[in-house]
Protein backbone atom coordinates (compact mmCIF):
# COMPACT_ATOMS: atom_id res chain seq x y z
CA UNK A 1 0.00 0.00 0.00
CA UNK A 2 2.85 2.30 0.82
CA UNK A 3 6.22 2.92 -0.33
CA UNK A 4 9.00 5.55 0.54
CA UNK A 5 12.59 6.12 -0.87
CA UNK A 6 15.31 7.39 1.32
CA UNK A 7 17.58 10.14 -1.30
CA UNK A 8 19.64 8.04 -3.15
CA UNK A 9 18.43 4.75 -2.18
CA UNK A 10 16.61 2.54 -4.17
CA UNK A 11 12.43 2.45 -3.59
CA UNK A 12 11.48 0.48 -0.08
CA UNK A 13 8.43 -0.89 -0.21
CA UNK A 14 8.41 -3.84 2.44
CA UNK A 15 6.36 -2.05 5.35
CA UNK A 16 5.64 -4.17 8.64
CA UNK A 17 2.05 -3.99 9.52
CA UNK A 18 2.06 -3.74 13.14
CA UNK A 19 -1.45 -3.30 13.84
CA UNK A 20 -4.51 -2.67 12.23
CA UNK A 21 -4.19 0.89 10.88
CA UNK A 22 -0.51 1.25 11.71
CA UNK A 23 2.70 0.47 9.62
CA UNK A 24 6.48 0.50 10.06
CA UNK A 25 9.76 0.46 7.84
CA UNK A 26 13.46 0.25 9.27
CA UNK A 27 15.94 2.81 7.44
CA UNK A 28 19.28 1.37 7.60
CA UNK A 29 21.96 4.15 8.06
CA UNK A 30 19.60 6.87 8.67
CA UNK A 31 21.81 9.27 9.67
CA UNK A 32 22.97 9.54 6.13
CA UNK A 33 19.44 10.36 4.87
CA UNK A 34 18.51 14.26 4.27
CA UNK A 35 15.19 13.64 2.55
CA UNK A 36 12.37 11.07 2.56
CA UNK A 37 9.73 10.49 0.21
CA UNK A 38 6.60 8.93 0.95
CA UNK A 39 4.00 7.62 -1.26
CA UNK A 40 0.64 5.31 -1.84
CA UNK A 41 1.54 2.59 -4.53
CA UNK A 42 -1.77 3.59 -6.21
CA UNK A 43 -3.24 -0.13 -5.70
CA UNK A 44 -4.93 0.27 -2.68
CA UNK A 45 -6.56 4.14 -1.85
CA UNK A 46 -7.77 5.32 1.73
CA UNK A 47 -11.16 4.31 2.29
CA UNK A 48 -13.27 7.13 2.04
CA UNK A 49 -12.89 8.89 5.35
CA UNK A 50 -9.30 7.93 6.12
CA UNK A 51 -6.00 9.44 5.78
CA UNK A 52 -2.61 9.11 7.42
CA UNK A 53 -0.30 10.75 9.35
CA UNK A 54 3.59 9.76 8.94
CA UNK A 55 5.74 9.96 12.04
CA UNK A 56 9.69 9.11 12.09
CA UNK A 57 11.85 7.61 15.11
CA UNK A 58 14.88 8.20 15.95
CA UNK A 59 16.64 5.57 18.41
CA UNK A 60 16.37 7.30 22.37
CA UNK A 61 13.73 9.86 20.99
CA UNK A 62 10.10 10.30 20.97
CA UNK A 63 8.10 9.75 17.46
CA UNK A 64 7.89 12.69 15.46
CA UNK A 65 5.43 13.71 13.19
CA UNK A 66 6.37 14.57 9.74
CA UNK A 67 3.31 15.41 7.70
CA UNK A 68 0.54 13.10 5.89
CA UNK A 69 -0.92 11.35 3.27
CA UNK A 70 -4.30 11.41 1.65
CA UNK A 71 -5.93 10.14 -1.70
CA UNK A 72 -5.82 13.81 -2.61
CA UNK A 73 -2.21 14.29 -1.65
CA UNK A 74 -1.15 10.61 -2.15
CA UNK A 75 2.99 11.54 -2.00
CA UNK A 76 5.19 13.47 0.13
CA UNK A 77 8.53 15.14 0.72
CA UNK A 78 10.02 14.93 4.23
CA UNK A 79 13.44 16.91 5.47
CA UNK A 80 14.55 15.18 7.93
CA UNK A 81 17.80 15.51 10.62
CA UNK A 82 20.07 12.73 12.22
CA UNK A 83 20.79 13.48 16.04
CA UNK A 84 24.14 13.99 16.92
CA UNK A 85 26.58 12.88 19.29
CA UNK A 86 27.81 15.72 21.99
CA UNK A 87 30.76 16.55 20.45
CA UNK A 88 28.83 16.98 17.41
CA UNK A 89 29.57 13.86 15.48
CA UNK A 90 26.66 12.25 13.84
CA UNK A 91 25.71 9.07 15.10
CA UNK A 92 25.50 5.59 13.19
CA UNK A 93 21.68 4.58 13.69
CA UNK A 94 18.92 3.08 12.38
CA UNK A 95 15.71 4.79 12.05
CA UNK A 96 11.77 3.63 12.10
CA UNK A 97 9.19 5.36 9.86
CA UNK A 98 5.98 4.97 10.60
CA UNK A 99 2.58 5.69 9.22
CA UNK A 100 -0.90 5.51 10.95
CA UNK A 101 -4.13 5.36 8.79
CA UNK A 102 -6.66 7.40 10.80
CA UNK A 103 -9.96 9.33 10.23
CA UNK A 104 -9.05 12.54 7.91
CA UNK A 105 -10.61 14.57 10.95
CA UNK A 106 -8.12 13.44 13.28
CA UNK A 107 -4.99 13.64 10.74
CA UNK A 108 -6.31 16.83 9.92
CA UNK A 109 -5.91 17.78 13.63
CA UNK A 110 -2.64 16.80 13.82
CA UNK A 111 -1.54 18.58 10.55
CA UNK A 112 -2.60 21.97 12.13
CA UNK A 113 -1.36 21.59 15.41
CA UNK A 114 2.35 20.94 13.13
CA UNK A 115 1.80 23.81 11.38
CA UNK A 116 0.13 26.06 13.74
CA UNK A 117 3.94 25.62 16.11
CA UNK A 118 6.16 26.34 12.85
CA UNK A 119 4.10 29.17 11.98
CA UNK A 120 4.15 30.55 16.04
CA UNK A 121 7.51 29.76 16.28
CA UNK A 122 9.38 31.67 13.66
CA UNK A 123 8.04 35.28 14.36
CA UNK A 124 8.97 34.93 18.02
CA UNK A 125 12.20 33.39 17.36
CA UNK A 126 13.12 36.23 15.39
CA UNK A 127 11.68 38.79 17.09
CA UNK A 128 13.97 37.50 20.00
CA UNK A 129 17.15 37.40 17.68
CA UNK A 130 16.66 41.05 16.27
CA UNK A 131 16.73 42.11 19.97
CA UNK A 132 19.26 40.21 20.91
CA UNK A 133 21.67 41.22 17.93
CA UNK A 134 20.61 44.84 18.46
CA UNK A 135 21.91 45.44 21.62
CA UNK A 136 25.08 43.55 21.20
CA UNK A 137 25.65 45.71 18.28
CA UNK A 138 24.92 48.87 20.34
CA UNK A 139 27.13 47.53 23.06
CA UNK A 140 29.76 46.94 20.33
CA UNK A 141 29.40 50.39 18.76
CA UNK A 142 29.74 51.98 22.31
CA UNK A 143 32.66 50.13 23.53
CA UNK A 144 34.48 51.09 20.34
CA UNK A 145 33.53 54.71 20.15
CA UNK A 146 34.41 55.22 23.46
CA UNK A 147 37.70 53.56 23.39
CA UNK A 148 39.32 55.13 20.32
CA UNK A 149 38.02 58.61 20.91
CA UNK A 150 40.16 58.95 23.61
CA UNK A 151 43.13 58.35 21.37
CA UNK A 152 42.21 61.42 18.83
CA UNK A 153 44.52 63.56 18.19
CA UNK A 154 44.66 67.49 16.63
CA UNK A 155 47.61 67.56 15.02
CA UNK A 156 49.06 64.87 12.42
CA UNK A 157 52.48 63.21 11.93
CA UNK A 158 54.96 63.78 9.11
CA UNK A 159 53.84 62.10 6.27
CA UNK A 160 50.73 60.83 7.82
CA UNK A 161 47.73 59.93 5.37
CA UNK A 162 44.50 60.85 6.43
CA UNK A 163 41.97 57.72 6.39
CA UNK A 164 38.80 59.10 8.18
CA UNK A 165 38.13 61.91 11.35
CA UNK A 166 36.25 61.23 14.26
CA UNK A 167 35.61 64.99 14.62
CA UNK A 168 36.67 68.39 12.67
CA UNK A 169 40.67 68.26 12.81
CA UNK A 170 40.37 65.76 14.99
CA UNK A 171 42.30 62.10 13.83
CA UNK A 172 42.68 58.39 15.44
CA UNK A 173 45.71 56.11 14.29
CA UNK A 174 44.73 53.11 12.56
CA UNK A 175 46.79 51.02 14.81
CA UNK A 176 44.20 52.04 17.64
CA UNK A 177 41.69 49.81 16.09
CA UNK A 178 43.39 47.38 15.97
CA UNK A 179 44.78 47.62 20.02
CA UNK A 180 40.63 47.48 20.86
CA UNK A 181 40.29 44.67 18.90
CA UNK A 182 42.61 42.93 20.47
CA UNK A 183 41.49 44.38 23.58
CA UNK A 184 38.22 43.15 23.61
CA UNK A 185 38.79 39.82 22.44
CA UNK A 186 40.70 39.00 24.97
CA UNK A 187 37.83 40.71 27.90
CA UNK A 188 35.59 38.72 25.89
CA UNK A 189 37.78 35.40 26.29
CA UNK A 190 37.82 36.09 30.22
CA UNK A 191 34.40 36.73 30.88
CA UNK A 192 32.06 36.09 28.00
CA UNK A 193 29.20 38.41 29.09
CA UNK A 194 31.49 41.07 29.14
CA UNK A 195 29.10 42.94 26.59
CA UNK A 196 26.24 42.06 28.72
CA UNK A 197 27.28 44.43 31.55
CA UNK A 198 27.48 48.15 31.57
CA UNK A 199 31.39 47.98 31.45
CA UNK A 200 33.11 49.94 28.69
CA UNK A 201 36.82 49.22 27.38
Known amino acids: MFGCIAA ?3 V ?3 LQ ?6 YVLELAEAQSVNHLVVFLLGNVPFE ?15 WQLLGGLSNDKPSAI ?4 SSKSADGMV ?4 ATLGISIEPVASVEQQLDTLKSGLVKATP ?35 DAVVLGQVAE ?6 KVFQTWYDNLSRKLANDPNYLSSDKTA
Open 8 to 10: GRL
Open 12 to 14: QTN
Open 17 to 22: QVDVNK
Open 48 to 62: PGYAATVHLLWQNKD
Open 78 to 81: FRIS
Open 91 to 94: QDQT
Open 124 to 158: LQQKVSMTEVGRMASRVIDNLFNYVTSFAVQELPM
Open 169 to 174: RSYLPI
